[in-house]
């Protein structure tokens, strides 16, 4: 498993849960390290092990330890260059959806060994859609809601989204988009801004 994933993890629960919950999460998962460097590669077991732990100290079923890393890596402040990246698939919440399947190469472009997810949007017409996620990570369908709900947030879309389940290594999510307009989105400039 690609190091960022991992440090996502890690950054998640210091973030939204502090120090001493990432302590805890450390021993539960019985790791040699308290921190994870982004370009390295780890096992996938040692993954699993530090969601199963996250869940345990957190008190949360994993699926909402999931999602929740999927609404902070959109809407936490120290994530905003993902939500910009993320933000450039278009000037609506539709739009974004069908740049969805685009997302992987977009992300390879900006780490060239980091390989998410494949993701297959299908449009059932009326608003509905379905995304299919082909994943080695156990649950990751629900990172992925935690991000469509941010995004959705983001656009000011009001959408209902619904995890229909894992067969073997395919996830699949339900997307109704209910109001396109519902509220005021957050801001987005093209250009970044000097700090």
């Known amino acids: 498993m690609h190091g960022l994933i991992n440090r996502a993890i890690e950054c998640f ?16 998962a019985d ?9 390295l590669r780890y096992d996938m077991q040692v993954t699993e092990r530090v969601l199963d ?17 999927g609404t ?10 993902l939500r910009r990246l993320l933000r450039f698939g278009g000037v609506g919440f539709v739009d974004f959806l069908h740049s969805l ?4 190469d977009r992300a390879r472009l900006a780490v060239d060994d980091l390989n998410l997810p494949a993701l297959d949007l299908r449009d059932h017409g009326a608003h509905r859609f379905s995304l ?7 649950g990751f369908g629900h990172v992925m809601i935690g991000v469509l709900r941010a995004m959705a947030d983001d656009y000011g879309a009001l959408v209902t ?8 290594p395919v996830e699949e ?3 109704a988009l209910v109001e396109p307009d519902f509220a005021r989105g957050r801001s987005f400039d093209l250009g970044a801004r000097a700090r």
Not at 72 to 81: D, F, M
Request: no cysteine.
């Open 31 to 39: 790791l040699d390290t308290d921190r994870f460097e982004a370009m």
């Open 53 to 69: 732990a996250a869940a345990g100290t957190l008190g949360k079923p994993r699926d909402d330890v999931l999602e929740d890393i």
């Open 173 to 175: 999510i339900g997307i």
């Open 13 to 28: 629960v210091r973030d939204t849960y502090g120090d001493a919950r990432w302590s805890e999460t450390v021993r539960a």
């Open 132 to 138: 299919t996620l082909h994943t080695e990570l156990r």
């Open 161 to 168: 989204l619904d995890h229909k389940g894992a067969r073997g």
């Open 72 to 81: 902070y890596l959109v809407s936490h402040p120290n994530t905003e260059a």
């Open 101 to 104: 399947n685009e997302l992987p």
